[in-house]
C-alpha cells in the first residue's frame, strides 16, 4: 500500500476495552513455526486467557486447536470476537470482506508494520473496532493491571 500509516485506528482507551470484552481471537497467518512472531504472539495470548483460533493454510493442530484454511472455513456456531491479521497489507482487503461475511466480528486488528486504511474503513463501516501497525502482546502487556 501507497500509505504507511494508519488513518483508522483505535485509541488507547478503545484498545484497553477490547482487551476487557473479547474472548475468542482468530488469528490469521498464524504459523506452526515456534520461531516465528504470530506464533508467539498467539501462544502469548493464549497464556493470556484468551481462545485462539488458527487460520492458517494447511489444516492441522497450531497451539494446540484445530487450525482452518480461512475464515470463511470457522463453523458459523463458533463465535469470533476479533481478527488479529498477520499478513501483508494488500490481503486485508479479502480479509476484511471475510469478517464482514461473517457478521460477528467485533474488532478488526492488523498488526506491527500493517496498514491498509480502504480494508480498516470497510471494516469500521460495517461496525467493527479497528487496529492497524499495532502488536496485540505489546499492547495488552502495556495494559498490565490496566486490565482488571
Same mark, same amino acid.
Given at each position: 500500500?501507497?500509505?504507511?500509516?494508519?488513518?483508522?485506528?483505535?485509541?488507547?482507551?478503545?484498545?484497553?476495552?477490547?482487551?476487557?470484552?473479547?474472548?475468542t *481471537?482468530? %488469528?490469521?497467518?498464524?504459523?506452526?513455526?515456534?520461531?516465528?512472531?504470530?506464533?508467539?504472539?498467539?501462544?502469548?495470548?493464549?497464556?493470556?486467557?484468551?481462545? *485462539?483460533?488458527?487460520?492458517?493454510?494447511?489444516?492441522?493442530?497450531?497451539?494446540?486447536?484445530?487450525?482452518?484454511?480461512?475464515?470463511?472455513?470457522?463453523?458459523?456456531?463458533?463465535?469470533?470476537?476479533?481478527?488479529?491479521?498477520? &499478513?501483508?497489507?494488500?490481503?486485508?482487503?479479502?480479509?476484511?470482506?471475510?469478517?464482514?461475511?461473517?457478521?460477528?466480528?467485533? %474488532?478488526?486488528?492488523?498488526?506491527?508494520g500493517?496498514?491498509?486504511n480502504?480494508?480498516?474503513?470497510?471494516? &469500521?463501516?460495517?461496525?467493527m473496532?479497528?487496529?492497524?501497525?499495532?502488536?496485540?502482546?505489546?499492547?495488552?502487556?502495556?495494559l498490565?493491571?490496566?486490565?482488571?
Amino acid at each position: 500500500m501507497e500509505c504507511e500509516f494508519p488513518t483508522v485506528n483505535s485509541s488507547s482507551e478503545e484498545i484497553k476495552n477490547i482487551f476487557k470484552s473479547v474472548k475468542t *481471537i482468530a %488469528v490469521v497467518g498464524l504459523s506452526p513455526d515456534p520461531s516465528k512472531d504470530s506464533n508467539h504472539v498467539a501462544a502469548y495470548l493464549q497464556q493470556a486467557g484468551y481462545k *485462539i483460533i488458527p487460520i492458517y493454510p494447511k489444516d492441522e493442530l497450531i497451539l494446540g486447536e484445530q487450525s482452518y484454511p480461512s475464515l470463511a472455513d470457522v463453523p458459523a456456531h463458533i463465535q469470533i470476537d476479533m481478527v488479529d491479521i498477520f &499478513r501483508k497489507p494488500e490481503a486485508l482487503d479479502a480479509i476484511a470482506d471475510a469478517c464482514i461475511a461473517r457478521g460477528d466480528v467485533k %474488532v478488526f486488528w492488523a498488526q506491527k508494520g500493517i496498514v491498509n486504511n480502504a480494508a480498516a474503513e470497510r471494516a &469500521r463501516t460495517a461496525g467493527m473496532t479497528v487496529v492497524q501497525n499495532k502488536c496485540t502482546m505489546v499492547e495488552h502487556r502495556g495494559l498490565g493491571n490496566g486490565l482488571k
